[in-house]
């Protein structure tokens, strides 16, 4: 199954710092945009992964990027995080 979230990769002194408004604690420091979607990747893949092995999983709804507060400089990417559901899962 497809995820996909925005994150805001916001240009900082020493390099990039990212977050998703969605996805609650999610907060990287990278040197590169690059280093930084890669870090949102992995961290969004693991922040849905978690929240799957509860009970009762939430799934927060995504933001529409227009309705997001910016700063001069953001960038907003959307994230796409694929989990496979394995055995005993409702696809």
């Given at each position: 199954?497809?995820?996909?979230?925005?994150?805001?990769?916001?240009?900082?002194?020493?390099?990039?710092?990212?977050?998703f408004?969605?996805?609650?604690?999610?907060?990287?420091?990278?040197?590169?945009?690059?280093?930084?979607?890669d870090e949102a990747n992995q961290a969004a893949s693991e922040w849905l992964s978690a929240e799957l092995q509860e009970e009762e999983p939430y799934l927060p709804p995504v933001s529409d990027p227009e309705d997001l507060d910016l700063l001069s400089g953001d960038v907003v990417r959307n994230i796409c995080v694929t989990i496979r559901f394995y055995e005993g899962w409702d696809e």
């Open positions: 199954m497809k995820f996909i979230y925005p994150a805001i990769f916001h240009k900082t002194e020493n390099g990039y710092r990212a977050s408004p969605d996805l609650e604690g999610i907060d990287i420091l990278a040197e590169t945009l690059e280093e930084a979607v």
